[in-house]
């Protein structure tokens, strides 16, 4: 099992940054992906950004391109997202998923583990 734990959100106005922690314990694997989804009220869950564990391929939802940059830190098992320029739309519930392998994939459904999330808020 893998145990993942997000922080990091918080309310911020709009043109904010923030950025978001991801810590992976547990039988973590060699080689993986990490990525980060985000679900708004009444909406379904919605890619966001991946990374494979030697930070080569990165991935991103067109709408954070430019805006939001994912990194990690192997040596931690822990995965970033920095969110800068930060627009209400942005709000949303951020979470932490990680798979096994080295697919930066976009979908939730290929992601073996996930975290509890992490509230983001941006005002207007």
């Known amino acids: 099992q893998v145990q993942l734990v997000e922080s990091g959100g918080g309310l911020v106005q709009a043109g904010g940054s923030l950025k978001l922690s991801c810590a992976a314990s547990?039988?973590?694997?060699?080689?993986?992906?990490m990525g980060w989804f985000r679900q708004a009220p009444g909406k379904e869950r919605d890619f966001v950004a991946a990374?494979?564990?030697?930070?080569?391929?990165?991935r991103y939802a067109d709408s954070v391109k430019g805006r939001f940059t994912i990194s990690r830190d192997n040596p931690k098992n822990t995965v970033y997202l920095q969110m800068n320029s930060l627009k209400p739309e942005d709000t949303a519930i951020y979470y932490c998923a990680y798979r096994r392998g080295l697919t930066a994939s976009a979908y939730g459904n290929e992601y073996d583990y996930w975290g509890q999330g992490t509230q983001v808020t941006v005002s207007s």
């Open positions: 990374i494979i564990w030697n930070g080569g391929i990165t």
């Open positions: 547990g039988r973590t694997f060699s080689t993986n992906t």
